[in-house]
């Protein structure tokens, strides 16, 4: 049971970056998932996550309008799509189907996280 983010970079301010999370060993759409992100020296910040009973997304204050959360099913993938990039968005960004999910989206968390992957946004 494995989750594996990929798609971080160097971003310019306004730009746009899209990660990826693909699971192995079980079916996405079928836990409650999301993506936390983490700044250094700043603590873990739960940003979206999926419903499993009816597909609903959350997302922080911090990047609602900007960030959209979706799924493949076919491919077994979550997406995260960024726009309008900020300075304060340059984190380590990690999927995952864990208990801290569970106050804003509904379904069974599996306990699994994905490696970080690195987003810097900066000119």
């Known amino acids: 049971v494995q989750l594996q983010a990929s798609g971080g970079g160097l971003a310019q301010p306004g730009g746009s970056l899209r990660l990826s999370c693909t699971a192995s060993g079980f079916t996405l759409h079928w836990y409650a998932t999301g993506w936390f992100r983490q700044a250094p020296g700043k603590e873990r910040e739960a940003i979206s996550c999926?419903?499993?009973?009816?597909?609903?997304?959350y997302y922080a204050d911090s990047v609602k309008g900007r960030f959209t959360m979706y799924r493949d099913t076919e491919k077994n993938t979550m997406y995260l799509q960024m726009n309008d990039l900020k300075a304060e968005d340059s984190a380590h960004y990690y999927c995952?189907?864990?208990?801290?999910?569970?106050?804003?989206?509904?379904?069974?968390?599996?306990?699994?996280w994905g490696r970080g992957t690195l987003v810097t946004v900066s000119s």
């Open positions: 995952a189907s864990d208990s801290p999910l569970g106050q804003w989206c509904s379904g069974a968390l599996l306990g699994v």
């Open positions: 999926i419903s499993v009973s009816d597909g609903n997304t």
